[in-house]
């Protein structure tokens, strides 16, 4: 049995719908579905039971709260907003709740993976590598940054990247993120802008290394980071680890192909940035994917263009989730 937080949300759900690809379903689905859409993302998907994520915090923490055998927890379950401003909301969801799954995880013997982010690098200064020794150094720019980074400290102090997979996550996108609100993907919005307006709005850039919307990312389809993230699974892999393309591309190459998958010609309209971004917004990420690899992973990544238009024809342009297919 696969213990899935998170399962309703971007990534939580594409694991699950490539575990059904594989032919499992003994998995227990655990989120805050609230007032949001998520709960869209679990219709074609095929699961033994979904539990709200506060009654599965009190369960853990009883005597022997599971009859099966449980194969792994996918910790994915977290307040993933950057513009987030309530840091007790954050340490409580991110941190609190993080540690109280892992000590579960560690007290059965369980495996444990779970989501950290590459907004714990910051600006950059300090490079995006992979490499546990340097936590410390990193200087997250948004309080979500930073709740990531607290937990990775945490699994550092105590001794137990050895025993637990940590995953530094780029810029995800892909089916089953509508429910983001203002959190979707660039690529998500450029396809609602292009089908309303015909034009796609980018940031303006506000340092002179970059023009607008050459601000670079690591993109990586959500196909492609589900896959990562079993492999590392499948082969027992523990520690810290990037997860992304190893590329960095530009806003406008991401807006260019969302208009080539829609067949409809190139109109991009550079816009202000608000100025609660301004001291807070990444130019360039790119994900040292040197560790990562060196696990053994071999299979091909999806393209930029490849992801887009996969994304834009089959899913959205459809209105169809993972599973519809």
């Not at 996108?173 to 034009?199: D, W």
């Not at 993230?229 to 991401?254: F, M, P, Q, R, V």
Request: hydrophobic share 35%; aromatic share 12%; charged share 25%.
């Amino acid at each position: 049995m696969y213990i899935i937080t998170g399962g309703a949300g971007l990534i939580g759900s594409a694991v699950v719908w490539e575990l059904n690809n594989r032919g499992i379903k003994d998995i227990i689905i655990v989120d805050n579905l609230g007032m949001s859409d998520k709960w869209k993302n679990l219709r074609a998907l095929k699961y033994e039971d979904y539990m709200e994520k506060e009654a599965f915090r009190h369960l853990i923490n009883e005597e022997n709260p599971f009859s099966d055998e449980i194969d792994a927890i996918i910790h994915l379950g977290a307040c993933s907003a950057t513009t987030e401003r309530n840091a007790s909301y954050l340490i409580d969801n991110n941190y609190n709740y993080s540690i109280e799954v892992l000590e579960f995880a560690i007290s059965e013997d369980i495996p444990f993976i779970y989501a950290s982010s590459a907004a714990t690098y910051g600006d950059g200064n300090h490079g995006y590598v992979d490499n546990v020794d340097q936590i410390e150094s990193l200087r997250p720019m948004n309080m979500y940054g930073y709740s990531k980074q607290m937990f990775d400290l945490w699994i550092k102090k105590n001794n137990l990247f050895d025993k637990v997979t940590g995953l530094k996550f780029t810029n995800i996108y892909g089916p089953n993120e509508l429910h983001k609100a203002g959190m979707r993907s660039v690529a998500c919005r450029a396809f609602e802008q292009i089908s309303a307006t015909g034009q796609v709005e980018l940031f303006k850039s506000y340092i002179p290394e970059y023009k607008d919307g050459e601000q670079k990312r690591d993109f990586l389809y959500v196909k492609d980071a589900v896959n990562m993230l079993l492999h590392l699974l499948d082969n027992n892999h523990c520690g810290l680890y990037n997860i992304g393309s190893g590329k960095a591309e530009t806003w406008n190459a991401l807006v260019r192909a969302s208009f080539k998958a829609m067949n409809i010609e190139e109109n991009i309209k550079y816009i202000d940035m608000p100025d609660s971004l301004k001291g807070k917004y990444q130019y360039y990420t790119k994900a040292d994917m040197t560790k990562f690899y060196e696990t053994g992973y071999s299979k091909e990544i999806y393209s930029l263009d490849d992801a887009v238009a996969d994304y834009m024809q089959v899913y959205l342009s459809k209105e169809q989730f993972l599973g519809d297919e």
